[in-house]
């Protein structure tokens, strides 16, 4: 079927084994052009032709032509939808708006596929039928509709679908986890469970921006971060444990065996020789704290730092502890402005358990203090960084800890209070002065 | 076309209005096996590259197909994707966070069909449309962001240099041969919607040209003061200039040596846009992890500067990330990521195996953390 626009550069993306999203989109454009199932569509059906065209010329010019976003949204959010414009409306009237809706994703990303036709049949009939899955925050998201439909296509979701708008823009962004205790053996606490909760806690602060800037929540259940919480969100919910590793010497036996491959048989793909405990497990424990006692397996808990490594070589061996928690790190972002930041380590240890109160008092703290002292657009990671790490200890009332740094200031430019001095600042000068002359 | 209404009155926007009410709850989407063995899953194995078994301590098992997807996908291809869930795994499906769907079934039995299946499964032009792999010692996919496609801001595209390089690396996307997992992501610029900076390998849009000034239009179209506080560098300053028709306007000014190309300044006014055709580009960065196995999280390095924006393919992308690709198979130890190596074998070594020039832009000059990066020691290799 001739599609409207040739694109010999896009074409050339069509080989090699990978799915090709042009062939996809190529596939809709026929699809809507022929429209078997007699769709209305409510905007231009060469939607994805217009879209093809303008990514081919986007190829041709080495730039973007799409123009900076425009105010649009739904009545009484502040977020949700992104404004797109192209820059080129009458060579590609298709696309001439092409806004974006950012809809909440479920837990885990788990779906049924009635819902998903749902949403696709809505998609079809209202937007361009192209979609991300997922955006990088973690939303669906519907790439390209007009400006009138944004209010259907919400009524839709919220009415038909029992479904939200997502955040963007200076509000508490959609809240993603990874899929934790749902099928996973190493997840420490319910990150479906503490993500949902606080997310329906925070609709007010994710769909109205009263922030200086974004602010990011993600739950990764284990310190392997699945969803990388700890480089991208302001506030990072990382599971762990105090006890002690459960080992089953048994299996333990079994890898040493050759019985059972090592890391869930993850290297498979070349021969790298008998599995070796001692070179592949003990020797890489970061603190040593590990050894082997005749045919058992010791392990020395108080000093595990609980990087994972010994349970993610020996799954069937060790189990993370059962005294379980998560800890909060605090202030990641991306570059933008002043350098990349990772998360910093705020709460060492707190019990994940409904009602979660503990965890609300601490976000609560933080967001009491950055929307009265941040900047506009400035991330808590930076308002930390101006204002000193001491500062946010003070506003979230958390006891200073040595877990919270590497190792201690290489200074001693310490701003001493003047209530943690002997005596206080005030001095008179002429009593100095009657033993130091002048 | 004919307006079919929602049912959304816009005279009354409030009439009816639901709000606020979140995510559909998780619960509702888990498939059974999964909602009756949550939180007492005991292990898991990679049966082969793309297939994962998880047992429960019920003596359940749930097996998982992963498949590869382009993010960007129609609702015809999820279409598709609900019929194959409908038709093998009792109409349930998920997706990673990094963009991979995952089939899971409840037995054994099942996998092989749904494996045939799913691999079956081309598009007209030939490319697969659900590559099994990204599991183990490999390449999973690639997270990135919008580019050309549907963003203001890119400095390269996104979907296009990502599927130039899965094509290039789709050998270890199917296979387990690396030390350990290679996580590679696009973000197309420094705003960094992919949060690429923890990467092992991380592609990155990077514009090379300071701001053109639309000085008939900046006053009219941004607030000038909000312009000059988004410059990091505080290259930005308010004045007034002189149009060719004698008419004076507030504008700004830019001082060019002291722009770092952020294109912060444009986020805040469109009269500002920097992309520019052979300034924009890519930046190559290398040995970013955000896991804590073994070692801590660590940032991504620039490895290469600049590379042009080759659409439609990136060949010297795709060869460059090819040979780094191939230098860690070769050196890297069990389980060592990409930052792991090179760190063990030293920096000066790591850009000989890979054979990648050092230039000075390599060096970080960049306020007090580039301080941090310098040597500060005699022992360096030869």
Redesign the interface.
């Known amino acids: 079927m001739k599609l409207k626009h040739e694109t010999p ?2 074409d ?14 190529k ?2 454009a026929a ?1 809507r052009a022929k429209n078997e199932k007699n769709v ?3 905007i231009p ?1 060469d939607v ?1 032709d217009d ?1 093809l065209g303008i ?1 081919e010329l ?12 425009g105010i649009v949204g739904v ?3 502040g977020g949700g939808v992104i404004g ?1 414009y192209c820059d080129q409306p009458q060579n590609f009237p298709g696309v001439a708006h ?1 806004h ?1 809706m950012r809809v ?14 749902q ?3 809505l ?4 937007g361009s ?10 939303d669906i998201i519907l ?2 509709t007009t400006t ?1 439909q944004l ?6 979701l ?2 038909n ?4 708008l ?1 955040g963007s823009g200076s509000n508490l962004r ?1 809240p ?1 986890d ?2 934790g ?5 190493y ?1 420490c606490y ?1 990150t ?1 469970h503490l993500c ?1 909760t606080l ?2 806690e925070y ?2 602060e ?2 109205r921006p009263a922030f200086p800037y974004k602010f990011k929540f993600k739950f990764d259940g284990c ?10 969100s302001d506030m990072s919910f990382i599971g762990t444990w105090k006890d002690d590793i459960r080992i089953d010497q048994e299996a333990v036996q079994a890898y040493i065996g050759g019985e059972i ?1 090592p ?8 021969d ?1 020789g008998p599995f070796d405990i001692q070179k ?1 497990v003990i020797n ?1 424990c ?1 603190t040593e704290c590990m050894w082997m006692d005749g045919k058992d397996l010791k392990i020395d808990n108080k000093e595990c730092v ?4 010994c349970i ?2 020996m ?2 061996a060790l ?1 993370i502890g059962q005294d379980t928690g998560l800890s909060i790190l605090v202030g990641a972002k ?7 930041q ?1 998360g910093t380590m705020l709460v060492p240890f707190i019990k994940a358990e409904e009602p979660y109160d503990e965890i609300k008092e601490v976000i609560e703290s933080i967001w009491d203090w950055w929307m009265e002292e941040g900047k ?2 400035e991330r808590l990671g930076e308002l930390m960084k101006r204002q000193g790490f001491q500062r946010m200890l003070e506003m979230t009332n958390q006891k200073p800890d040595p877990r919270m740094v590497k190792e201690p200031r290489h200074n001693p430019y310490i701003f001493w209070k003047e209530e943690e001095v002997e005596g206080g600042f005030e001095r008179d000068v002429n009593e100095f002065r009657k033993h130091h002359q002048r | 076309m004919a307006f079919i209404s929602s049912g959304y009155n816009p005279d009354k926007p409030m009439e009816n209005r639901i709000t606020d009410i979140g995510p559909r709850n998780y619960e509702e989407f888990y498939p059974p096996v999964i909602k009756k063995n949550k939180g007492k899953w005991l292990y898991h194995e990679i049966l082969e590259p793309g297939v994962l078994v998880h047992v429960a301590e019920s003596g359940d098992e749930v097996y998982t197909v992963r498949v590869g997807g382009a993010r960007l996908m129609s609702v015809s291809l999820i279409q598709e994707i609900c019929e194959i869930a409908d038709k093998h795994c009792g109409g349930y499906v998920r997706w990673t966070t990094r963009n991979n769907i995952e089939f899971m079934v409840d037995s054994k039995d099942k996998v092989e069909p749904l494996k045939k299946d799913l691999s079956s499964r081309k598009f007209d032009a030939g490319s697969f449309k659900f590559p099994i792999g990204g599991t183990g010692a490999g390449v999973t996919n690639i997270v990135h962001t919008q580019g050309w496609l549907h963003c203001h801001t890119p400095a390269t595209d996104a979907s296009g240099p990502v599927k130039a390089t899965m094509d290039v690396l789709f050998d270890d996307f199917q296979n387990m041969r690396l030390p350990a997992q290679l996580r590679v992501s696009l973000a197309c610029c420094l705003n960094m919607c992919g949060a690429v900076h923890c990467s092992d390998i991380a592609i990155l849009g990077y514009h090379r040209k300071p701001p053109m000034l639309d000085h008939e239009y900046l006053d009219k179209m941004c607030e000038i003061p909000l312009a000059v506080a988004a410059c990091p560098t505080a290259a930005i300053r308010p004045t007034k200039v002189e149009l060719p028709d004698g008419k004076k306007v507030n504008s700004v000014a830019v001082k060019n040596e002291r722009c770092m190309f952020c294109g912060n300044c444009y986020t805040m006014c469109p009269a500002m846009p920097l992309a520019d055709k052979e300034g924009d580009g890519i930046v190559i960065m290398v040995g970013g992890k955000v896991s804590n196995r073994i070692s801590e999280p660590k940032f991504s390095k620039v490895a290469v500067a600049f590379l042009p924006n080759e659409a439609p393919r990136w060949p010297q992308t795709t060869s460059i990330i090819k040979k780094i690709t191939e230098a860690y198979a070769n050196g890297g130890r069990k389980y060592e990521r990409l930052g792991d190596w090179a760190e063990r074998i030293s920096w000066e070594r790591f850009f000989d195996v890979c054979e990648l020039e050092f230039t000075h832009h390599l060096i970080d000059d960049f306020r007090d953390p580039a301080y941090y990066t310098w040597r500060h020691s005699t022992q360096f290799k030869f």
């Open positions: 550069m896009l050339e993306l069509e080989s090699g084994p990978w799915p090709s999203f042009v062939s996809d989109i596939q809709e699809k209305e569509y409510q059906t994805c879209l990514l986007s190829f041709k010019h080495g730039r973007t032509h799409w123009k900076h976003g009545f009484g959010y797109r092409f974006t909440s994703q479920p837990g885990g990303k788990y779906y049924t596929t009635d819902f998903l036709k949403l696709c049949d998609w079809d009939l209202r039928g192209v979609t991300n899955m997922h955006g990088s925050t973690g790439l390209g009138r209010e259907e296509v919400f009524y839709e919220t009415h679908m029992n479904q939200d997502g959609t993603a990874c899929l205790q749902s099928r996973c053996e997840a319910d479906q949902y997310t329906q609709q007010d994710l769909h310190p392997n971060g699945c969803v990388a919480s700890i480089a991208r491959a890391n869930g048989g993850a290297h498979a793909g070349r790298w592949e890489l970061p609980r990087c994972m490594h993610d070589a799954p069937r189990r991306a570059p933008i402005l002043d350098g990349a990772m506009n657009r």
